[in-house]
């Protein structure tokens, strides 16, 4: 019986010769879950050095120079000033402009797309225009804005009687919308797709049109995901680095009005962060650390209120 | 309010519907005019043959055509295998309490501003070595596309049934012949198209290699010194005063705006075909 | 009584602390068509996939006793060698679908890295797509995806990329579940001719299936094996009373 069972083995491995058993060892099969193990654990070990790293440098300013003074208005590191509350007014000002301004769009363009009924080449022509928006680099973005945009701005900063810098927290904010726009859309664009078309045509059959069934039906049940996709955006708009960094004017203090030039914290950290040292440099890291901390929680809100919406439709 | 009334509404409610969404994508309608117009005029046997040089001299943006090109591949080689099989752990091995940290973790952080990663790669590749690198700045790229690619092999992975695993064992295949016949040639699209989205992203990243690639004015194949890259020319370039560079910086676009606009096309084709 | 390729002895099988099946003692003969009928979740499938140890894909389940392929215990069979013997269709049509039908059918073998000949493979793939009478409906569109094909298509395809290993016995589990009465009509009459060269076993909840192809047939019953026995003997006269009540339709 114990020969039988031996010979019946497909003869992978059943005699067990010292090479036989090496090659097992190598064998895909055995290898992957090792290979997988080690591949995680050092993605997950990137991930913790990370905020660790962040962590340690900006503990360090807090001992150095001591925290409190991260929350002072003014930024002159050669007097050891390192006042960062105008780049955090300005990070979430400009933000937040930009997200009021995309507001309109977001919402008729992803209208547009999920409620269009006819397939054709225009509708192909226009999906593919807002993905193509969403996959031109943000220094082109800035690039533009700085060539294009700003020439606007300065005729009408004049007309208006402001000094014409051209580049501010309105430029900034202007080319950040454009920017996010596309990242909104695809978010809203999923979650109105996600609204059945049979509750949809149960409010055309009682004699509605589309404003009223779009209005009623359509955006109602939408609105917790559609939020969610602003609040994505957002957190992106916080982030945001190398167009801003062109055109905001790099300023170091509150913008007096919305042409003011100013600087977000991308843009003083990338401004600033090669030329620094000593507290100069963990101070732009502690703000680089805040920055990173609003964007998490931003993101994490927008995660939880997307998937709740997804979960709900 | 009668039917006449409400059917003008209707109608004023689509006419701006339509205003607004044709508006949103004439940004790209102009931004690329504008491109083809100054870039094309710029693009000419100079940009893609001579290195970068002091105004007054014909220069072109072959050293940072040559690190745009290193810099990207070397971030796929380091990410692409770390991600995929990170996204087979999670899938996988979901019980693992590595894969769950991770999972999570991954999410976390696939939102991070990418400036805060070039301070974090500068505090581990560049301060203690003290000099830039296009290593450096090929990590920190890598580092970007890692969460990205990690959530849509996992993701693209957990979606294919359960029979069709199940139905290659039944045939006597054993799991790792599974694995690499079935569950990854049938993931591919995912895969693939989660790491062309992702090159497309980082091939025109300029925020992390601020502090990493650092930048060079000379063509250099070392990754362990600075390299320059298109999205460094353009950014530097564009702040000069000097209209010769500012051409040079529009032909750069146009090479980066073409390339990241091929890539997004191929993965979104590579989707629909073999979804389909 | 034919001959007897499947030996079940004693089998009990668990699910974490939940005992599926008690005690099962089944016989199955070769070149035949067992049915095994039974109320949903009585324990078919897991019976079934005890049978090619596909139950040990999910974690936590135990198997006590033995079953026995021609005499020999499936237990000392590595699992790999036992599943090219006995092969697997499932309720639905599962083809690769990254694979060509040509690839679909020899699947087997490209999974468990056989080289074969061109002409072989050719062989093969003709041989198998006939024996489901796929051949004159696909021939011209080999190379193209299985994925396109209908889904009784689908599962002629399945079943004849199982038979491609020339497995001696091949299990189906409900097969025909999820198509239109037509292709079960189709799927039906192959299996009926397809019993001459590989025994069936067929999990169906469907009475009249059973009644139409199986020449033996097991009725299970809350993990237990109430009746089993020549098809004609058990619709005809059931000895059990729960047999009789499922047979005139009285549950499930």
Known sequence: MEKVKKISVTGEGDILSPFNYIKRIFEFRNVLPFLANLSGALVALIILGFLLTLGAKSLEFAKNAGVANILRTTWNPIAEEFGGLPFIATTVLVSIIALGISVPFTLSVSIFIAEWKRKNMFFDVFNTALDLLSAIPSVVYGFWALFVLTPFIRILQLKLGYPPYGVGVLTAALVLAIMIIPFSVGISREVLKLVSSDIKEAGFSLGATEFEVTRVVT?????????????????????????????IGNFNAFPKNLFSPSNTIASLIANQFNEAWGNHQSALILLGFLLFLITLIINLLGGVILRGAKHEL | MNYRTRRTINRVYKIVLYCLSIFTVLPLIFILLYLLKLGFSAINFDIITKVSRPVGEPGGALNSIVGTIILSTLAVLIASPLSILSGILISEYPQNPLSKILEIWVKLISGIPSIVIGIVTYLWLVKPVGRYSALAG???????????????????????????REASLALGANYGQTMLKILIPVSLPGIISGLLTGVGRIAGETAPLLFTAFGNPYLSLNILKPMNTLSLLIYNYALSPYKEWHRIAWGAALILIFLAFTLNIISRRAIKRWTT | MDNVILKIRNLNFYYQNHKVLHSINLDIPENNITAIMGPSGCGKSTLLRTINRMHELTHGTTVEGEILLKNLNIMDIPAEELRTRIGMVFQKPNPFPH???????????????????????????????????????????????????????????CIARALAMKPDIILLDEPTSSLDPLATSVIEELLVKLKKDVTILVVTHNIAQASRISDYVAFLYLGELLEFGLSEKVFTTPKNAKTEEFLSGKFG
């Open chain 2, 138 to 164: 090929s990590i920190s790229l890598a580092i970007m596309m890692i969460p990205n690619m990690v959530t849509s092999t996992a993701e693209t992975m957990k979606m294919i049934p359960k029979e069709i």
């Open chain 1, 219 to 247: 955006l109602p049940l939408a609105k917790q995901g559609i939020i969610a996709g602003f609040i994505l955006a957002l957190g992106r708009a916080l982030g945001e680095t190398m167009a801003v960094t062109m055109v």
């Open chain 3, 99 to 157: 694979m060509s039908i040509y690839d679909n059918v020899i699947a087997g073998y490209i999974l468990r890295g056989i080289k074969l000949h061109k002409n072989q493979k050719d062989e093969i793939v003709e041989n198998a797509l006939k024996s489901v009478g796929l051949w004159e409906e696909v021939k011209d569109k080999l190379f193209k995806r299985g994925t396109f094909l209908s889904g009784g298509q689908q599962q002629r395809l």
